[in-house]
């Protein structure tokens, strides 16, 4: 089985990557593949809320968003992870969330309103990280996951959140939470 996994994290060998990392090993050792894509690697633009998705089901934005909504498409799992910045996903991981406003205007103009409430057989799973120890620390991004992953049709199946990770590569040093991140990603693929 593939995953695909979205980075929403702009840091080069930060926490997130660690993190992802670890997961990867997860899915590899039980058999599974991954694709991982740097969202910060890629030019995608803000949703300018044109309504065009709203008639065609469609983003008229061309550019490095285009290719991901196929592969979306394609995916049996998705992996979309980010650190947590001001209490929600960083800037990157928000403008592609909001880029699948059109996956959600698609489904509204393709299925039944019974369709759309079946439950989708393809999983997604949310990855995070954050400085503090803030109780309500994932709160907000968690929420932005769930509706995310119901705008392009998959079920929220799972999380992974490690709270007290702040300096680069620090995540290196929390065994417990990388071997929590392998189980993770064994029940990723199971
Ligand atoms: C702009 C910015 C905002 C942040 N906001 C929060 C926050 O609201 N709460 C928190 O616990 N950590 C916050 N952090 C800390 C990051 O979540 C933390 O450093 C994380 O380990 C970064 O992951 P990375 O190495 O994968 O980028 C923020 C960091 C930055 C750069």
Same mark, same amino acid.
């Given at each position: 089985?593939?995953?695909?996994?979205?980075?929403?994290?702009?840091?080069?060998?930060?926490?997130?990557? !660690?993190?992802?990392?670890?997961?990867?090993?997860?899915?590899? +050792?039980?058999?599974?593949? /991954?694709?991982?894509?740097?969202?910060?690697?890629?030019?995608?633009?803000?949703?300018?809320?044109?309504?065009?998705?709203? +008639?065609?089901?469609?983003?008229? !934005?061309?550019?490095?968003?285009?290719?991901?909504?196929?592969?979306?498409?394609?995916?049996?799992? !998705?992996?979309?992870?980010?650190?947590?910045?001001?209490?929600?996903?960083?800037?990157?991981?928000?403008?592609?969330?909001?880029?699948?406003?059109?996956?959600?205007?698609?489904?509204?103009?393709?299925?039944?309103? +019974?369709?759309?409430? /079946?439950?989708?057989?393809?999983?997604?799973?949310?990855?995070?990280?954050?400085?503090?120890?803030?109780?309500?620390?994932?709160?907000?991004?968690?929420?932005?996951?769930?509706?995310?992953?119901?705008?392009?049709?998959?079920?929220?199946?799972?999380?992974?959140?490690?709270?007290?990770?702040?300096?680069?590569?620090?995540?290196?040093?929390?065994?417990? /939470?990388?071997?929590?991140?392998? /189980?993770?990603?064994?029940?990723?693929?199971?």
């Amino acid at each position: 089985m593939n995953v695909l996994i979205f980075n929403g994290s702009p840091r080069k060998k930060g926490n997130t990557e !660690i993190l992802l990392n670890a997961v990867t090993h997860g899915i590899r +050792k039980n058999g599974g593949r /991954e694709e991982i894509i740097r969202l910060a690697d890629l030019a995608i633009s803000p949703c300018s809320a044109c309504g065009g998705c709203d +008639k065609t089901g469609k983003c008229i !934005i061309q550019d490095d968003m285009i290719p991901l909504y196929e592969k979306i498409d394609q995916a049996e799992r !998705i992996v979309i992870a980010s650190p947590i910045y001001f209490y929600g996903v960083t800037a990157q991981t928000k403008i592609f969330i909001d880029r699948t406003q059109a996956m959600w205007s698609r489904k509204l103009l393709s299925a039944s309103s +019974k369709q759309r409430d /079946e439950k989708p057989k393809r999983k997604g799973f949310f990855v995070s990280v954050a400085a503090t120890r803030g109780e309500k620390v994932f709160v907000g991004a968690s929420l932005t996951l769930r509706y995310c992953f119901d705008a392009i049709g998959i079920s929220f199946a799972e999380e992974l959140l490690v709270k007290g990770v702040d300096k680069r590569g620090e995540m290196a040093e929390k065994t417990d /939470e990388i071997e929590r991140a392998k /189980e993770f990603g064994h029940q990723i693929i199971k």
